[in-house]
């Protein structure tokens, strides 16, 4: 009978043990569960508290336009948190500049790159480089030739057209229905802004006025003013600028020569623009939107890191036309 008993307690004994033994394991398995998953995003493989780091390249680091970028950029950055940022650019437009500043985030170690291309051919190598290296590219402003996970940028060829319609506007409004009209671009390379031409010229096509051969001031105010200069000696009766450096140079040469009755339209916006907007010498600008184009190239470059879907990759960021009626109310 003592040895019935003391089996049935052995029994009891060793049946609690393995028991315990099975819950602490559950328990072990739950655990280290638990801490896989909370150190770590599941779609991107990164630890907990570990930053994204994004990227930032414009063509370069002066104009207004770059600056409202990268200040749309840190306003995203700030909402979302969890980012590493850097806005990284060249001192002046410059293809080789440009493609040494994406090989740095290719070493740096970028997750991903927001960036305006200053040509759609001169960075696309260095951008499949980054492609290969698992980082993901978001244009802003102008995209290269190599796919990307999404665009942020203007309608170029539409506001094109959106300045020569208020070229053509001024002029009727003084009675010029002919006259030779000068152009004053960035190169022939730069997509934004070849557009932006292309879209002027079809605004005047058939209108009764001469379009000049276009000439290039690689975006430096002073090169344009100097463009502009020999447009006005030649006796044009306007002239458009496609960027910022060419809008400044083009309405510093119609103040230069008192000449209000030359239109210059211009394109982009900085306090030098406005200025000259605001005093006449410019009739207006055709005003972009950079600050969203950065605030949304760092939203989507974050759900392109985590893997997510994006319901629009190709979003135009839209223009308005700001002249002396409303130059007031624009910061």
């Avoid at 991107?44 to 104009?63: R, V």
């Avoid at 730069?190 to 096509?205: C, H, I, N, P, Q």
């Avoid at 600008?285 to 990759?313: H, R």
Wanted: glycine content about 10%.
């Amino acid at each position: 009978m003592k040895k019935k008993v003391l089996a049935v307690l052995l029994c009891t004994v060793l049946l609690v043990s393995v028991l315990a033994g099975c819950s602490s394991q559950n328990n072990s398995e739950t655990a280290g569960e638990g801490k896989t998953n909370g150190s770590t995003d599941n779609a991107t493989g990164q630890n907990e508290g570990e930053k994204y780091k994004i990227i930032l390249i414009t063509m370069d680091s002066t104009d207004q336009h770059w600056v409202a970028v990268d200040k749309g950029a840190k306003k995203a950055v700030e909402e979302l948190g969890n980012i590493d940022y850097k806005w990284m650019a060249p001192d002046k437009k410059d293809d080789a500049q440009q493609i040494e500043r994406i090989n740095n985030a290719i070493a740096d170690g970028a997750d991903a790159i927001v960036i305006a291309a200053t040509g759609p051919d001169a960075v696309t190598a260095a951008l499949e480089e980054a492609k290969t290296n698992g980082i993901k590219i978001v244009y802003v402003d102008s995209p290269a030739n190599t796919e990307a996970y999404a665009t942020f940028a203007t309608d170029n060829q539409a506001a094109g057209r959106t300045a020569g319609e208020q070229m053509i506007k001024a002029l009727e409004a003084a009675g010029k229905k002919d006259g030779k009209v000068g152009i004053v671009n960035v190169n022939s390379a730069t997509t934004s802004t070849v557009l932006r031409e292309k879209g002027f010229r079809e605004a005047l096509e058939g209108k009764g006025y001469t379009l000049l051969p276009t000439q290039y001031g690689e975006g430096d105010a002073m090169k344009s003013q100097d463009i502009a200069d020999n447009y006005i000696t030649d006796g044009v009766v306007g002239i458009f600028g496609t960027n910022e450096g060419s809008t400044v140079g083009v309405g510093n040469a119609i103040k230069a020569y008192g000449q209000k009755d030359i239109v210059g339209v211009g394109f982009d916006k900085s306090d030098a623009i406005l200025s000259l907007v605001k005093e006449g010498w410019l009739y207006c600008t055709i005003v972009q939107n950079p600050e969203t184009m950065g605030y949304e190239g760092i939203k989507a470059a974050v759900k392109a890191i985590k893997g997510e879907k994006i319901d629009n990759p190709n979003v135009d960021t839209g223009v308005s036309v700001v002249s002396q009626d409303n130059v007031d109310s624009i910061q």
